[in-house]
């Protein structure tokens, strides 16, 4: 089993809609929780974080933690074509406070 | 603003080739990480550093080392370059808190 898991995509959200992005993981004692988006031939960019359980809501984005279910997913409201790109879910395991495990990423699309 | 940076945005090296990329942040963090990303394969950890002249092995560091002899800077070197070794290289720093990582702009290496 993966450390953490995402589904590849790619995900095709028209403009306007909730994208909603799923990940799991797999190492209940886990601290933190990541959510980077990633344009193609770019560098990965954090755009949130969260360690509580519940939602957290930064503008169109939010995310939402069940750490009973182990379960992470991002929300992004009003989804804009510049949206489109790999989100890589992220979590760093109870054993490290420095290590952050990567999913493979999800691919969103955006259509017009 | 806080910055991390690699030396080369793109780099092509022949097969054999001692090959060094540098990486330096400037936000005084202990902890620094050398990834390479692959199509379908995601982001894979090869060596990280926790401290000054301290380092660990990640998943995949056969064929690579690393040298850390200042806080800022961390330098990964394939000690003989080949061709699988072609890649997008992902340098990243961060705090020894629950935060996220700061990556790099990316160095994309061809050996040919």
């Known amino acids: 089993q993966k450390e953490v898991e995402q589904n590849s995509g790619p995900l095709s959200v028209p403009e306007g809609a909730i994208a909603s992005l799923n990940c799991t993981y797999s190492d209940r004692g886990s601290q933190s929780f990541f959510w980077y988006r990633q344009y193609s031939g770019k560098s990965p960019e954090l755009i949130m974080f969260i360690y509580s359980n519940g939602d957290k809501e930064d503008g169109r984005f939010t995310a939402q933690l069940n750490k009973a279910s182990q379960y992470v997913s991002l929300l992004i409201r009003d989804s804009q074509p510049s949206d489109s790109a790999t989100y890589l879910c992220?979590?760093?395991?109870?054993?490290?406070?420095?290590?952050?495990?990567f999913g493979s990423g999800t691919r969103l699309s955006i259509r017009p | 603003d806080v910055k991390v940076t690699q030396s080369s945005r793109y780099l092509v090296k022949r097969t054999g080739e001692k090959v060094f990329l540098e990486c330096v942040q400037d936000?005084?963090?202990?902890?620094m990480f050398w990834y390479r990303q692959d199509p379908g394969l995601g982001l894979r950890l090869i060596y990280f550093s926790y401290d000054v002249k301290m380092k660990e092995k990640g998943d995949i560091p056969e064929g690579y080392s690393v040298s850390r002899e200042k806080k800022e800077r961390f330098s990964l070197i394939l000690e003989s370059a080949s061709t699988n070794q072609t890649s997008m290289y992902l340098c990243?720093?961060?705090?020894?808190?629950?935060?996220?990582?700061?990556f790099g702009s990316g160095t994309r290496l061809t050996v040919v």
């Open positions: 990243a720093s961060k705090d020894s808190t629950f935060y996220g990582y700061t």
């Open positions: 992220a979590v760093s395991p109870y054993s490290s406070a420095s290590k952050i495990i």
């Open positions: 936000m005084d963090h202990e902890n």
